[in-house]
T-cell receptor
Framework: AQTVTQSQPEMSVQEAETVTLSCTYDTSESNYYLFWYKQPPSRQMILVIRQEAYKQQNATENRFSVNFQKAAKSFSLKISDSQLGDTAMYFCAFMKGTSGTYKYIFGTGTRLKVLA | GEEVAQTPKHLVRGEGQKAKLYCAPIKGHSYVFWYQQVLKNEFKFLISFQNENVFDETGMPKERFSAKCLPNSPCSLEIQATKLEDSAVYFC???????????FGAGTRLSVL
């Protein structure tokens, strides 16, 4: 069975600084997808970034980028130029890509606080 | 619609009462997923649908939980005889195709007293 681990329950960063959130996963699959979702206090789940396992290039979305290390089964999220609005829970999620049920398997989240 | 709509936002039930939650997926999306987020932030997959057909129900506590997606109606998740441990936020997500991004609704917070 697949598992997702986020080892940092809480983190803080100064505004305008860079922070990296870690995520590791365990799977025997070769075809899968990885995601980072942001959950602010409003509890809405907002997609931050998506990575296909078959792509070697790391995904980037504006200030958000990932470091995808397939062999190490690591998928960290880097937030550059942190803003107060980035304060939220961040969840890493795994989805099996072939003949699976396509459900998300989530980590337990990292609470990020951006300090003014 | 352009977003996943979940109703109600908050539902309070006494232990043993029935709870029914609704989800309207994004128009054109064929796949609907239900997740339960408990107070420790852990997400648990419950059930998924492809149109009105159950796709995967491996996460459903079958004794008291049931779900439906009927044509031209919002999907629903029903809990018979709620227990304190059912208190959680229930999220619905929809997707246009398998393997694609799931878009989440704002969730329904169920409080069982």
């Amino acid at each position: 069975a697949q598992t997702v681990t986020q080892s940092q329950p809480e983190m803080s960063v100064q505004e305008a600084e860079t922070v990296t959130l870690s995520c590791t996963y365990d799977t025997s699959e070769s075809n899968y997808y990885l995601f980072w979702y942001k959950q602010p206090p409003s509890r809405q789940m907002i997609l931050v970034i998506r990575q296909e396992a078959y792509k070697q290039q790391n995904a980037t979305e504006n200030r958000f980028s990932v470091n995808f290390q397939k062999a190490a089964k690591s998928f960290s999220l880097k937030i550059s130029d942190s803003q107060l609005g980035d304060t939220a829970m961040y969840f890493c999620a795994f989805m099996k890509g072939t003949s699976g049920t396509y459900k998300y398997i989530f980590g337990t989240g990292t609470r990020l606080k951006v300090l003014a | 619609g352009e977003e996943v709509a979940q109703t109600p936002k908050h539902l309070v039930r006494g232990e043993g009462q029935k709870a029914k939650l609704y989800c309207a997926p994004i128009k054109g999306h064929s796949y609907v997923f239900w997740y339960q987020q408990v107070l420790k932030n852990e997400f648990k997959f419950l059930i998924s649908f492809q149109n009105e057909n159950v796709f995967d129900e491996t996460g459903m506590p079958k004794e008291r939980f049931s779900a439906k997606c009927l044509p031209n109606s919002p999907c629903s998740l029903e809990i018979q005889a709620t227990k304190l441990e059912d208190s959680a936020v229930y999220f619905c997500a929809s997707s246009g195709s398998l393997g694609n991004i799931q878009y989440f609704g704002a969730g329904t917070r169920l409080s069982v007293l």
